[in-house]
């Protein structure tokens, strides 16, 4: 390792994703559910910036609807442990910088967002070279949304979610996502999803009709296909979700849903236009961030090296 040549500061992207489609079974013996999801990476980013330095030190920036306070304690962050496995226990200084515009506990993968984005931008500054498949190894043991991260656009989730397949997607579907001021974890929400569903398969909800209608390119075509299992465990939590879904679809929205484990809902609307007029309307009766952007997007990439 030459760090003398290696780059002085570098920053990596990672986005938001949300759960086109979210079929959970029954755990399994190592305790999670089998998944069968399909993904979409959207225009909300993390911003990972990381400097050569003696010691390892983690800072964040939030965006102003970013609850700061439920983020991870010193030593504790994703960021920490991907530190940890691609350069072992002993690993060089950096300075790591994370200005988030992923929601906190929002069931957008923002902390697996930070987690993909450090992998990339770890692997540059100290000059490993890991190979892209020993990445996505890396990234299946830090936690189960990390390897889409690195892949982003469209993909299509097995296992725990950590084998992930890019599905081609030519279309640019217009979502409005709605945060939440109070994040839910994700943990508890498969808990009460096991609570209220003991006799559940232990084969997931095929993802096919969403696959379908993403190669049809129809947003109407996806709107009747997207299907989240865990939502039903969200609302049980927080009936204030049920709520706001059917407002913005009662907006003009072509259909709502909690994306993951919530308690972020996103809306897929039919253009641009429409999803600034959807956002706009549930603007005015929402207190939490109203966000209107699309996807696919890329997943974790370099924006920025000197
Ligand atoms: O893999 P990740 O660290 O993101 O998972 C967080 C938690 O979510 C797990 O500890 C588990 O409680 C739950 N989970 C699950 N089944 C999955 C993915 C996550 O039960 N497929």
Redesign the pocket.
Known sequence: MSIGSSPASLTVRAPAKVNLHLG?GA??PD?????DTVYQAIGIYDDVTVAAASEFRVIFETADYVDGLALPGRGENIVDRAAALIAGPDHPGADVRIRKGIPVAGGM?G??ADGAAALVALDRLWELETPDTRLLELAAE?????PFELIGGTAHGT????LVEQVADSGTWWWVVVTSTQGLS??A???RWDELFPDASPTPLSGLAVLEAIASGNPLALARAMHNDLEAAAFDLRPDLERRVALGQSEGALRGMVTG?GPTCVFLCGSAEEAREVGGALRRSCSDAVLVTSGPVAGAHLVSSW
């Open positions: 959970v755990p399994r305790g999670f559910h089998p998944l993968a902390g697996s830090l936690g189960s949304d990390v296992g725990r979610g950590e994700t943990p929400v498969y808990r484990s």
